[in-house]
């Protein structure tokens, strides 16, 4: 795949970060030499073309007060997946969910992330929302203790 | 942290399809009702707290690399050590301990797969323990801000 330099430079600086400045974009522009039309005209067609998921503030729960973070993992038969994870995904207090394999000794396929103010608060919404729904799947609860990194990915 | 209910309002616009205009705080603090200045001071205040990681893009895994979820079956004593080493890799981005007998989850991402597998197999050559490689079947629901209450 040929890309094209000022595509490059642009997803390198949109993945490290704009300054909050009043003018974003004509501060990214002077720094790649373009102009503020272009640099706004490239986010959105990255965004178009489904290349940037979401653009805007990303935020660290632990930070703004959400200190539980959960990660919940589900066995659920394959025929039923996509139903239970479109359910577990309109719940409010879920972040994310992913299918993913299961291995020799890890039958869980299914993952979603709850967040929350506590560990108690996390664990009754859950309770909550696997009584409302029914769910009787085996699932394990998986409590972060320590967080020893976290940040954007980087890809160029 | 304390967040306002200003703050909250704030947040939960900003998180996604942040306006893509010259002046986009100001656009915001028109809706918004508060000065552009209020804004920007509040932001970059969140952000010199670490409660804003950054300002910019999140990418599609798929589209512009490889990426996967992976966990290590640790000794307790030893989890310090081999997460030190496992954040060496600036592939890894997120490196959590949980409350499991897999108990270090971390994520790498790389250009293509071969960079993911290079990873894995220097932290599987210097740790011989259990490791799952759990790389996404299909999301339903991914990273698309958090709304705050």
Redesign the interface.
């Known amino acids: 795949m040929v890309v094209d330099p000022f595509d490059h430079r642009l997803r390198r600086a949109l993945q490290e970060g704009l300054p909050l400045v009043s003018k974003p974009y004509a501060y990214l522009a002077e720094q790649l030499g373009v102009t503020e039309q272009e640099v706004i005209a490239k986010i959105e067609e990255f965004t178009q073309q489904g290349l940037i998921k979401r653009f805007g503030m990303v935020l660290r729960h632990h930070e703004l007060g959400y200190s539980a973070n959960c990660m919940v993992v589900w066995d659920i038969p394959d025929m039923e997946i996509e139903t239970i994870a479109q359910l577990l995904s309109d719940e409010a207090c879920v972040t994310l969910c992913y299918q993913r394999p299961r291995r020799q000794g890890w039958p869980y396929n299914l993952f979603c992330m709850i967040h929350g103010k506590g560990r108690d608060l996390v664990e009754q919404q859950l309770k909550e929302l696997i009584e409302r729904h029914q769910l009787s799947y085996p699932h394990q609860l998986l409590f972060s203790s320590k967080r020893f990194k976290q940040r954007g990915a980087r890809y160029v | 942290?304390?967040?306002s209910d200003q703050d909250r309002k704030l947040?939960n616009k900003?998180?996604?399809?942040?306006p893509?205009?010259?002046?986009?705080?100001?656009l915001l603090a028109e809706e918004l009702a508060i000065s552009?200045q209020e804004i920007?001071l509040r932001?970059?205040e969140l952000?010199s707290?670490?409660?804003?990681?950054?300002?910019?893009?999140?990418?599609?895994?798929h589209?512009?690399?490889s990426?996967t979820?992976a966990a290590l079956a640790v000794p307790e004593q030893e989890i310090e050590e081999v997460?030190?080493f496992?954040?060496t890799f600036?592939?890894?981005?997120?490196?959590?301990?949980?409350?499991?007998d897999?108990n270090l989850?971390?994520?790498v991402?790389?250009?293509d797969q071969s960079g993911v597998e290079r990873v894995l197999d220097k932290i599987a050559a210097k740790f011989d323990y259990?490791l799952?490689?759990?790389?996404?079947?299909?999301?339903?629901?991914?990273?698309?801000?958090?709304?705050?209450?």
């Open positions: 942290m304390k967040l947040l900003i998180q996604k399809n942040f893509l205009h010259p002046e986009p705080f100001k552009e920007l932001l970059q952000e707290q670490q409660a804003i990681s950054r300002f910019g893009a999140v990418f599609n895994h589209r512009v690399g990426s979820l997460a030190a496992v954040n600036v592939e890894v981005n997120h490196n959590y301990q949980r409350e499991h897999y989850w971390f994520v991402n790389a250009t259990p799952l490689n759990l790389p996404m079947v299909k999301g339903y629901h991914i990273d698309l801000g958090f709304p705050l209450w």
